[in-house]
């Protein structure tokens, strides 16, 4: 099996798992945490927990968070081929975080200097047999775009597979569905969750969703939570999995884990049903643990925790 050449996203996540509604203007109780983070970063994280050979193509600032969070990659066993950019920042990103949604509020810094040519260059050296997955906020972002779009050129070129998470309902409106769809046009696989649906395909169900989007793309997957995920093809047929059942502790990065767990079995062979079932599993095991990544061994968790530690939530799934 070849490479899985992951493009996108490398952030410094601060996770702010508040206790209760926050109070604006006044104190909330939280538990602090500051890890790596990133669409792109997160999945390839959890393709290689999955066994799978995986390189991450993004762009870091010449800065210690930079430094500390490629080492984080290259110690969970990802390939490095990202970029260093002098005088940029790292991208950081905080989150606020419960049980049952997360906001993001962004700082892309080095991400949107993402270089194109040194995107198209990644691609090209990999060995034949691998594959593209490309995070959507490359596309999403005027400064990154080119990157976005080289990498799509690149994989064509190639001849080798590619996927796309569709990354985010409202910058996916800001840029509009019909501009992403042109984009993304012939891929071999879309992912989205139901609002990014939403915005894509307008409203219905996740089966109708995932159909209409074939007609852009060959496969397309709708993740719906804890209500599972379903599977449409070009030809017509179509395929659901429910969520499995565990205790919610945090969702950051559980669609991230989906796509890994999803991709790993694709990749290797295995049919639609078998796949969401994979996604549905890595999914599940990543809303056990607070924070968008595979959880560290014993003795190298170096999170700040600030506040009291928030029981788990209820019941649900990826």
């Given at each position: ?7 996108g996203?490398l ?14 203007g ?10 790596g ?23 870091v ?5 930079g ?13 490095d ?11 950081s990103?905080?989150?606020l975080t419960?049980?049952d949604e ?12 993402l ?20 995070s ?10 080119p ?14 597979t ?14 509009g ?63 659901s ?7 919610v ?7 991230d ?10 990749l ?18 990543a809303?056990?643990?607070v ?7 014993v003795g ?5 925790r ?13």
């Open positions: 099996m070849g490479t899985v050449i992951v493009v996203d952030v410094t996540d601060v996770l702010v798992e508040h206790d209760g509604p926050i109070r604006a006044s104190d909330t109780a939280a538990a602090i945490r500051v890890s983070g990133g669409q792109a970063a997160n999945t390839a994280a959890w393709l290689a927990r999955a066994g799978r050979a995986t390189t991450l193509v993004a762009a600032g010449a800065d210690q968070a430094r500390d969070r490629v080492a984080e990659l290259v110690t969970a066993g990802v390939g081929a990202i970029q260093v950019r002098a005088g940029a920042v790292t991208g990103v905080v989150v419960g049980a997360r906001t993001m509020i962004t700082d892309r810094g080095a991400c949107l200097l270089d194109p040519e040194h995107v198209t260059a990644a691609i090209r050296a990999a060995a034949p047999g691998g594959h593209l997955h490309l959507g906020y490359p596309l999403l972002h005027a400064g990154s775009r990157a976005g779009l080289a990498a799509l050129t690149a994989a064509k070129d190639q001849g080798i590619v996927s796309v998470d569709a990354a985010s309902a409202a910058p996916l409106r800001d840029a569905a019909e501009l992403f769809l042109a984009w993304v046009r012939g891929v071999d696989l879309l992912l989205c969750n139901a609002d990014e649906a939403t915005v894509l395909a307008g409203p219905g169900d996740a089966v109708a969703q995932a159909s209409r989007l074939t007609e852009f793309v060959q496969h397309a997957v709708v993740k719906r939570g804890a209500g599972g995920a379903v599977w449409a093809s070009r030809d017509g047929s179509s395929w999995v429910p969520g499995v059942p565990v205790p502790k945090d969702p950051t990065g559980a669609g884990a989906f796509a890994a767990g999803l991709l790993a079995a694709w290797a062979g295995a049919a639609p049903p078998d796949a969401l079932t994979s996604g549905a599993a890595l999914g599940a095991a809303v056990q643990h924070g968008a990544r595979p959880p560290r061994p190298l968790d170096r999170d700040t600030l506040g009291p530690d928030p029981a788990a939530g209820s019941r649900g799934s990826f």
